[in-house]
Each structure stands twice: as C-alpha cells, then as structure tokens.
C-alpha cells in the first residue's frame, strides 16, 4: 500500500516554544491530508483539513492560530504548534487519501508524540 | 455532524472465538465506512472498508456489514487469535471520516 512518511516521531519541548510536524506522502500524490490529536487510550479527533494549495479546514474548537497548518505541495504537509503548552501534549497524526477527500483509502503516518515540559 | 457511536468499548475473547464489534452512525449521507486497527503506539492499520453499495465485504477471517437503513455497521473476526489483540476503530463519512471512540480487543490464549 501508500505510504505515509511522519516526522519527527517523538520531540520533547519546553513551554513557549513552536514544534512543527512534517507529513509526507512518498509515493502518491495527496490533494487532501487530514491531521488527528489521539489522547491516550481515546480515539482520533480530526483537528483540520488539509487541502494542496489553500487554506485548512479546521473542526469546531480547534485553534487556528495555535495549529498552523500548511500543504505547500501535493506530498507535504505540515502542522506547527505555536507556543506549545504542557496541555498541547498529545500523540498528533497525520493521514492522506489516495482518492477523492477521505472516501479512498486513508493511509497514516507513524504519529508525532509531542510532550511539552 | 457526523456521530459514530461504537460499541463495547471492550472485548475480551478466548482464542478462537469469534468477535463483533458494532458501529451506528448518524449521517444518512456517509457513503464510507472503514475498520482501522491500531496496535499501542502506532499507526492505525485499515483492515477492511465498506461502500454504501455493498451489504458485505469479507476477507479470510474479517467480514463487515452494513444496514444503511438501520444506519449501523460491524466487524465480525472469526477464529480470533492472540495477535488480532488491539483497539479496533470504525470510521464513517464521505469528505471527511468521523472516528468511533475504539474497541479494545483482549485475545486470551
């Protein structure tokens, strides 16, 4: 199958600082990607939308300004948390489709542990 | 929106037994129904999907079904063996997939 490249796979940062999580698609093009936060041991809340040379989607209650989402190309998306918190740590994945939105077969990447001291 | 309800949240079985996992949804629209199978700390794997089109789908040991009138789906894995051990996730929708909050399925040999 796809193949969906996440990167870095864990990071550790101190309060205030910006992480950015990269999300690649290595083999397929991606004209939509998706981003999830998963709290441990619950399920996967889509923060936003990603859409290849526009603006994301976000879902209800997701800070724009806090999730900064950019899909510069049809193989890369990225996902900057500005001024983390300890409260913004979370497991954070990305997934992309190989067909139309998400009704082809979404593949994820490997996930992102964020941990904010 | 979208409302995926999943249920049990937990499910343990002896080793070969079969195991049902069911999911109800609120969007007649959703035209998507995947089962995605995540194992701790990593990525969910899609184990089998379903189209509105079709009533069910098997696959050697998994089966799905779907009622898109009653609105509900389920995953039927027969012959269940320790490694199938992990939180098994339902999703639903068309543009975007909305999650069900994952069954943890416990294998005993």
């Known amino acids: 199958g796809a193949v969906v490249s996440q990167h870095p796979s864990r990071v550790i940062c101190k309060s205030g600082t910006s992480v950015k999580i990269e999300c690649r698609s290595l083999?397929?093009?991606?004209?939509?990607m998706f981003w999830y936060r998963q709290f441990p041991k619950q399920s996967l809340m889509l923060m936003a939308t990603s859409n290849e040379g526009s603006k994301a989607t976000y879902e209800q209650g997701v800070e724009k300004d806090k999730f900064l989402i950019n899909h510069a190309s049809l193989t890369l998306s990225t996902l900057t948390v500005t001024s983390a918190h300890p409260e913004d740590s979370s497991f954070y994945i990305c997934?992309?489709?190989?067909?139309?939105?998400?009704?082809?077969?979404?593949?994820f990447g490997e996930g992102s542990r964020l941990t904010v001291l | 929106g979208e409302n995926v309800e999943q249920h049990p949240s937990t499910l343990s079985v002896q080793e070969g037994d079969s195991a049902v996992i069911k999911c109800t949804y609120s969007d007649s629209a959703s035209n998507y129904f995947p089962w995605y199978k995540q194992e701790l700390g990593k990525r969910p794997q899609l184990i089998i999907d379903?189209?509105?089109?079709?009533g069910e789908k098997k696959d050697q040991r998994i089966a799905v079904t779907l009622n898109k009138t009653a609105k509900h789906f389920s995953l039927h894995i027969t012959e269940t063996q320790p490694e199938d051990s992990a939180v098994y996730f339902c999703a639903s929708g068309y543009s975007t997939l909305t999650f069900g909050k994952g069954t943890m399925l416990l294998v005993s040999p």
């Open positions: 997934s992309a489709s190989s067909g139309q939105g998400a009704t082809g077969e979404l593949f």
């Open positions: 379903i189209r509105s089109n079709v």
């Open positions: 083999d397929f093009q991606a004209t939509t």
